[in-house]
Structure formats: C-alpha cells, structure tokens
C-alpha cells in the first residue's frame, strides 16, 4: 500500500526533473540532423572555429559562469588534457552530473523515507554529494592534464635521439619529424598537440617559423622542453649540424633526469621515514584492540 | 489520507520494464555526455596497459607472459584454498589479494635487476656491433645476424631474432618487442630509421647516438632501481614486523579468542587496510619516471612509407 499523498510532492518534481531533462536535451543539440553535424565536422577540418550551442553562447554571457571558467582556469586544462569540448561544455557536462549524482541521492532518500517513514540520512547530504562529484570531475581534469602533459614531455624528451636522424639523414624538417614520430609512441599525448594541428586548442593567431611555434606550445601547455628543442633548432647549421644539436640535446634531456631521479632518490631516503612511523599505528591497533575491549567488556560486565 | 492498492505486476514485465528504462537512461546520458567512440577506444588501450605492465614484468624474468599470467592465477587459487582449508572467513578476501599482489612484489625486484642487467649487456652487444661494421667491415644486416648467434646469456632471448633471415627490419622489431626496455626500444628505433644510411653514417649513429645516449639513459635506470629498492625493503621490513607481531599475539589465548570474533576481524581487515594505504604511500614516494614506449611496428611502416 502507498500513501499517495507522501508520494505526490516527489512525483512532481520528478515530472518537473523530467521536463527540465528534456529541455537540456534540447538544448545541447542533441536533436540536430547528421548533415549539419557532419558540416560542423568539416568546418572544424578545415580550422574554422565550431559554431556554439545556444546553451554554450548564453552560458558565455552569464557572468557567473565566465568568473567559474576563469577562477578554475578550464579552457586551459582542457587544451593540455587534449579534449575535444569547450570549457562551457565541459561546465555544463559537470553540473548535470552534480545535478544527477544529486537526484539520485534523493530519489534513495524518499524511498527509504516511504519505506520507513524517516529520513535515514539528512537531505542535505545530496547537496554535499552533488558539490563532491563536482570537485571530482574537476580534479580529474586537472590530473588528467598534469599527465598529458608529462607525458608529452617525457615523449619529445625520448624522441630527439630520432628526430637527429630523421632532420640530418632524411632531411625532414624538425616539425615534421617530431610529428611523424608522434604518431608511433603508444600514447597520444604528444600527437595531440603536434598533429593536425592540435596547437589550435590553446595557442592562438599565426605563427612564423617552427621555432616560434614551439615557444609558443611551451608557454601555452607549459612544456619547456619545446621551447628548448626550439632554441636548439635556432641554433643549428650555425657552426654545429641538426644531427650535433639534438644529439647533444637529447644527451642533456637524460643528463638532467639523471639528475632529477638522484634528487628524487634522495628525498625518497628522507621521506620514506613517514610510512615507517605510521607504520607504528597498525601495529598498536593490533595491540590495543583486545586489550581495550577486555577492560571495556570487564567494565560492563560489572 | 488516499491509500492506492497497487496491483504486483509479473516478475518478467518487471525485470522487463526495469532493463528498459536502465536501457534509455544510458543512451540519453551517453548522448548528454557526447560519450564518442574513439574515447571508449582509448579506455580500453589503457585496460590493455595493465596487461602491458605484466608483460613487462615477465619480460623481466625472462618468462613468457603466459607462464607469468598462469603462475599468477596458482597463486590467487592457493590463496583462496588456504582460506577453505582454514576455515577462517577473512582470508577469502585477504587471501587472494595477497597472492595476486605479493608474489608479484616479491618477484618484480628480481625482474627490474635482471632487465638491467641484459641493457648493460645490450650497451656492450652495441660497441660489438660498432667494432664488427667499422673494423671487420660487415654490413649491418650481417653484423646484426652474427650478434644474434652470439648474445651471451643476458641477451639470448632477446636477440635471437636477429639470427634468422628475412627481413631485418621485422627482426629488430622483434627484438625491441621481446626486450621491453627504454634502452634497446630507442636502438631499434634508431636502426629502423637509419639502417638504410651509409656504412659510416651507421657507425656515426651508434658512436655519437646511441652509446652516450644509452648509456646516460642506464644511469638514469640504475638510480630509479635504488628508489625501487628502497621501497622493497622498507616494505620488506614492514611486513616481517606485521607478521611477528601477529604470531606473537595470536599464541596468546585471550588474544586469539578476540580475533576470531568478528570484531577481532574488523580489527584486522581495518590493520590490513591501514598496511596497504602506508605501501601505497611508499610507492608514491619512490615512483619512477615513466619511459615513452615506441610502437615499433607502426615506426617500421612509417619508414616504409617515407622511403629509403
């Protein structure tokens, strides 16, 4: 048997949750016809900047929003992380999940609420839980970006041993080697950035030389190892070969990890002391446990 | 207050109903969230990056990832029938957990030394493969096919695809695939791109590339493998006094009684817990950098395609 009259105000607003999902639906062009996407595909080929939603363009507008996009600093996380959506987009994507995570919360809520006839949590623990997936979603992207950006680095750093001999004995040009090699390493980190122009996420407006493409990808995704290989490639048939430069580049990029992995092996021996003194607090729960449930069972026994 | 009596609809139109609109759900939340396939594509290179990790560790040992991957599954399985043998209910989850994990922490020591070993080695096959073009004269094909029947103990696995005939090209990319190390993945690299140059240019390569290079990327291993080491025998220590400890309490009656109850098992699940949070937090500390892993057969055709 249900009580209608409990159920009612929560059929509402899942009528009122339902409309306002379709809604969203129909804003986010969910509905557009294969032909106009496909357009938008092409246009996006050729460098053209995509046309923004309704929703993306009144998000823009709305002050909050822009202040949100600005203060978290997502159209830049999104260009290192390399996906393929606006930071409007991504904003809008995160609030319907908080928004979700936070329905669904509350649906479990009501339903223990009818079952039982009390709320077995405060409700406002949906509101905490939708702030949560928000932060999380953030902070996904924000690793996300932090690795796709060392990995990118590490992967230009390992390369330059091979762009010395596709730039000296193959006579490529150094973007076109960095981007054909790009495409062999098992990760696309470093191939999002230098292939199919994948610089456009971030770094805007022309550019004049290879070199100040690569100094311009450093400041941009926060690389410097392109602004390096950039100096060098300033450098080279300047009294030394391109095979000489990034030969001896390449023996820099590891000389320099040699010296990053000896800091970091150094650091480790001071830090590692940390686990071992936590170690201590298993081996006291071990300990304390019993001892502390024999005297609080003596003590309730008498 | 109404009260509607609803009738209990058939368990099938039930499920039915239930699969339905799960159904739905997703395919509007995949089309709010613009889920593409090319990302789902991705997801499942990174699933397969696990098992690379494995073969890694095999390759390490000098073992087929199969054998590697079987040796794994006998553990978990003996850690499952000690908890039946046992009777104890906790160590049907620490069990398993412990001899999926352990033996591969008590075993990928052993396969980081010996993957360093066979790249010093590797360092030394790439002077011999130096001196056998610049001073007996060989071309690289034949100085390739005389170090694979050559390759000393530490490389036999590694190189005997250098022995066979064929196409050289295919061979070094074996060779890379079976080594899955830094070191000889960036000297196939190098040979595949400029195999097809001049004897001197070769020679060139390998003095003034790949030896200082090299070598500069196995000092860099070696002072990873300390961290690693570190790691292994704090946590080493770590577990040995758990271990002691535990012995200790459990000879105790009183003790004994209190962890066979369910509490006492909490209490164990919550010190279990607490130890795997402090070796996770050791191996944070000595994380190493992680290397750029080629495709070498995608290199292969790259350079096919761009021509001698």
Redesign the interface.
Known sequence: ?????AVLPYALAAVAVVAL?AA??SH?D?FTPADVHAWHRLAALRGYAPARGRLERAAARVPMLRRIQDELDLPRLIGVAGRN?TAA?FLL?SL??SL?SCGLCLTALVVALVQTGGWPLPPAVALLLAGLVFLLQVSWLRSSARAHRD?AG??LG??L??V???TD??GLQLEDAVR??S??????ALQTIVDNRGWERLVEGPHRSTIHLYRLIAEAYGIPLFATVADAAANANLGFSE??IY?RL??SV??Q??A???F??AR??M??T???A??L???I???A??VF??ITGGLGSG | ??????PAPAPGFLVAGVVVILACACG??A????VDLGHLT?LRRRRFALLEREKDTAAGLGWPWQRWMCLRIVFIALGIAVAFVTGINLLYVVGPIAGAVGFRFALAGRAADRRLRMERAFIGQLRNLRDRMALSNQSLDTALQELGRNPGPELEYVLSPLSRGGSTVANVVEMGMRARS?IVD?AA??LI??RS?SLE?LID?ID???I??GE??L??QE??M??LA??RA?TFA?SA??AV??AV?LRIS??RQ??QSP??QL?LV??AL??AM??G??GA??R?????????R??AE?QER?GD
């Open positions: 048997m249900i009580e209608v009259g999902w969203i639906l986010l969910v959506e987009g994507r319907f999940l979700l990995q590490t992967a390992d390369m041993m091979l010395a001999i596709l004995g193959r054909i090699l495409r062999s390493a098992d990760h696309r095979r000489q030969t390449a023996g590891y000389q990890r040699l990053e992995a000896r970091h092996t480790a021996k830090l590692v940390l686990p071992i936590g170690m607090i298993p081996l729960v071990l300990i446990a019993p449930a024999s | 207050m109404i009260a509607l009596a609803l509007v939340c089309a709010i969230l613009d991705a830094p960036q690299g190098v791109w400029s140059r240019s390569t003034t590339i790949l200082p290079v500069a990327q000092a860099v002072e990873g300390v961290s570190q790691q704090v770590m006094l758990l400890m535990l309490l009183s003790f209190y962890y509490a006492g209490v919550i010190v607490l130890f402090l070796v937090l050791l500390i000595a190493t950098r992680e290397w750029t892993r080629w495709d070498l995608s290199m790259q761009l």
